[in-house]
């Protein structure tokens, strides 16, 4: 009795309003004729894992469920593997029915319609489908386009790279899907319709109701289109994950209201009852907007963050996405943060597909170039799942696929030791403080570069043309710069004879693959 009190307490604190109880029940079914309906012949399928966004339950024999709902309730199915769900004209999966009788509140950016009575039976379609346990999928951090120019620039730039890609699973959205106007929601799933692959969403600070109350209800605008902010699904030997990480509004006393990243109890026991039905053998992705590691105001409670790992402590495969910072960043946790894992827990910030804001000069195609503030060119991540391993590769737009490093370093020295001094500067755009990174010169001796933790100098280079230029350059100046997590430098030698000399700098990500680029420079005697 006391767990159902606990339970019913969770999904009132969820909605954010005291209603009266009902229970929604309904059926996962074969959808054979593929109309969405269950029809008389259509049978039930046993053992789906359907939720209310806390609690968690399996379909008995006949593929029938129920579930306590308030009136404020997003009922969902928990995708199996080996099966599909709907998808709507954009690509928006249809695995969810939101129970709002009254609909949201009138905020300026309009929410859910009223749903009216629950209905008798609320029933979700599934449909086979061949899924092998060795796939990939896209992940975008956030495009988060602030008008029509913008959204432009992200479908030029970026989906129109992977419009009708061939075997990728699915995407998914680290959240910040626009810049403010939710009313470009919708455009926004057009436009990334246009890959022509199943579309997962997660929710950003900047897809909030700006203008809502209370925390329960930050997200009516875009549930509206994109449906429930915590769920999960499974594909092959993967179980993802995605929840609302992004707590608004909090009002300190005579403040304006703040955001900060977190967890609430009732996702925490959502997680919980989640992974009950979820074999530890699995890869367990957690999905959401704001990173663990924590940014300014946004910074994750360490308490929830150690109540967090708790619960995925015993999944030995499990690791974290994230977007928010704008910054392409690998996050590592161990014992001082609370992970207890034999391997520490990995956090891949997939940076955002807008870059800097879509900041910079246009380029050769009519982009802005959008560097992110490290110095990471703006792009997007295709990860790969192997049974219950991953690897991620970083995709820049516009570049080939193993663009992976950039190299900055003087053109041209003369052999005068003070005035010929020079670095190479290496930023390995998927790299981290252990990555390995080596340098030569015209097939020398490999050598260890150093890490180091500052702002990457073809950056600053950048901005220092916007700064001393009497005239504007089309386009909008870049932020200040960032400290840059995968950077490595190493000097450039001036001593080896007057010519052109080759560098090669080689790089081994996390997943032991190596990367090469190369570059040269020229030794000339001064003109006097």
Not at 49 to 72: F, I, R
Not at 132 to 152: C, I, R, W
Not at 214 to 241: M, Q, R, W
Request: with cysteine; glycine share 8%; proline share 6%.
């Amino acid at each position: 009795m006391k767990k159902v009190f606990y339970l019913l307490v969770l999904i009132l604190f969820k909605t954010g309003v005291a209603t009266a109880q009902n229970t929604a029940t309904g059926y996962v079914f074969h959808d054979a004729n593929g109309d969405g309906k269950k029809g008389t012949r259509e049978k039930g399928i046993p053992r789906v894992a359907v939720s209310n966004g806390v609690q968690v339950v399996l379909t008995d024999e006949k593929g029938k469920y129920a579930l306590p709902v308030t009136d404020n309730t997003t009922i969902f199915v928990i995708k199996p593997s080996g099966y599909r769900v709907p998808v709507n004209s954009q690509n928006l999966p249809q695995f969810y029915y939101i129970h709002k009788p009254k609909g949201s509140p009138a905020f300026t950016y309009k929410g859910v319609d009223p749903t009216g009575p629950l209905p008798a039976s609320i029933d979700f379609a599934l449909m086979p489908q061949q899924e092998s346990d060795n796939f990939k999928f896209l992940v975008f951090g956030d495009p988060q386009a602030n008008d029509n120019t913008e959204l432009g620039y992200y479908e030029n730039d970026i989906i129109s790279e992977v419009k009708g890609v061939k075997d990728v699973a699915f995407g998914l959205t680290m959240g910040d899907l626009v810049q403010q106007n939710l009313n470009q929601h919708k455009d926004y799933a057009a436009i990334t319709a246009k890959a022509g692959i199943p579309w997962y969403n997660v929710i950003g600070n900047h897809d909030l109701n700006a203008d809502c109350e209370v925390d329960s209800l930050n997200h009516e605008t875009f549930s509206a289109t994109f449906g429930p902010v915590d769920y999960s699904f499974n594909y092959g030997k993967a179980h993802v994950i995605v929840l609302n990480n992004n707590i608004f509004p909090i009002k300190p006393m005579g403040e304006r209201p703040r955001l900060r990243a977190g967890f609430r109890p009732y996702q925490l026991e959502f997680i919980k009852n989640d992974l009950k039905f979820v074999d530890t053998g699995k890869l367990v992705i957690l999905a959401f907007h704001c990173p663990l590691m924590g940014l300014h105001d946004s910074a994750l409670k360490v308490p929830e963050r150690s109540r967090f790992f708790e619960i995925l402590r015993n999944y030995p495969h499990v690791f974290s996405l994230a977007g928010h910072s704008h910054q392409l960043n690998q996050n590592f946790f161990t014992e001082k943060d609370g992970w207890f894992g034999v391997q520490p827990y990995h956090e891949l910030d997939a940076g955002a597909t807008c870059g800097n804001w879509y900041s910079g000069k246009v380029n050769e195609k009519g982009f802005l170039e959008g560097m992110m503030s490290n110095g990471t060119p703006r792009g997007y991540i295709y990860l790969n799942v192997t049974g219950n391993q991953y690897t991620a590769d970083y995709k820049v737009a516009g570049k080939p696929a193993d663009y992976q490093i950039r190299l900055y370093h003087r053109k041209v020295l003369t052999p005068i030791w003070w005035d010929g001094r020079g670095h190479i500067y290496a930023n390995f755009f998927m790299g981290y403080k252990g990555a390995k990174l080596e340098c030569r010169i015209d097939d020398g001796k490999w050598k260890r570069m150093r890490y180091s933790e500052a702002p990457d100098p073809y950056y600053l280079a950048q901005n220092t043309k916007w700064d001393e230029s009497d005239t504007l350059f089309k386009g909008r100046r870049p932020t200040e710069s960032a400290d840059c997590k995968h950077l490595w430098t190493a000097p450039l030698p001036c001593n080896l004879g007057i010519g052109t000399h080759q560098i090669e700098v080689r790089a081994t990500d996390m997943f032991g693959r190596t990367f090469v680029q190369k570059s040269s420079y020229r030794i000339e005697e001064p003109i006097l």
